[in-house]
């Protein structure tokens, strides 16, 4: 069984602030893990994964994650939050030795202040 | 590239009724989904297709049927829909090399 957990509901930082939603993950083979942006009224869009590697994975609108084995998290992060950085965030996971079902996190919702 | 379409946008069902959720891909990718997303609990699988030709079940898939007649298209339908399936729908596709799942822009269901 695989499962994702995104402890906080809710992320709230100012503008220019580092922005961390945090991710951890339960897989029984190696991992592969997601991070999916979703705004107002639309659908998933991806952000960066991890399949291996490094274990810093960059990717779209200045975000990046990084993978920690032993703590089994993907953390994304953003060194400098911008309002339109306001969202609804999810973390997702598979097993990299079955077919292709993700398991998504509940998801957390950021807003950025100006 | 239009990438995934979903139809009808938004829809309002008597509960009972049948109903038929479209889906279509013009990335070629192998593998399609439906999830159901749910405030609290994320995008919960409903059904998948690893290819054409075959589909296999999700987390949640009473109450769902699916097809995959070809690559392109990936039909869900609610056979005689219920109050508990009003949700928001979303397809999605993914090339079996690059892992990467791409989602349409959903279908916002009702059922009343």
């Known amino acids: 069984a695989q499962s994702v957990a995104q402890p906080e509901d809710q992320v709230k930082v100012a503008e220019g602030n580092p922005l961390t939603v945090k991710c951890t993950y339960s897989?029984?083979?190696?991992?592969?893990l997601f991070w999916y942006v979703q705004y107002p009224n639309r659908g998933l869009q991806f952000l960066l994964k991890?399949?291996?590697?490094?274990?810093l994975v960059k990717g779209s609108y200045g975000f990046e994650a990084e993978f920690n084995k032993s703590q089994t998290s993907f953390h994304l992060k953003k060194p400098s939050a911008l309002v339109s950085d306001s969202a609804l965030y999810f973390c997702a996971v598979r097993d990299g030795t079955n077919d292709y079902k993700l398991s998504f996190g509940a998801g957390t919702t950021v807003t950025v202040r100006a | 590239i239009a990438g995934i379409t979903q139809a009808p946008t938004s829809q309002i069902l008597a509960a009972g009724r049948r109903m038929t959720l479209r889906c279509t891909q013009d990335m070629r990718h192998n593998a399609m989904y439906w999830y159901r997303q749910d405030l609290g609990l994320g995008l919960r699988l409903i059904h998948y297709?690893?290819?054409?030709?075959?589909?296999g079940k999700g987390e949640v898939p009473d109450g769902y049927s699916v097809s995959r007649a070809n690559t392109d298209d990936f039909p869900l339908t609610l056979a005689s829909a219920v109050p508990s399936q009003t949700s928001v729908y979303f397809c999605a596709s993914s090339d079996s090399q690059a892992d990467t799942q791409y989602f349409g822009p959903g279908t916002r269901l009702t059922v009343l």
């Open positions: 297709s690893n290819t054409a030709g075959t589909t």
């Open positions: 991890y399949i291996t590697g490094d274990n």
């Open positions: 897989v029984s083979g190696n991992p592969y």
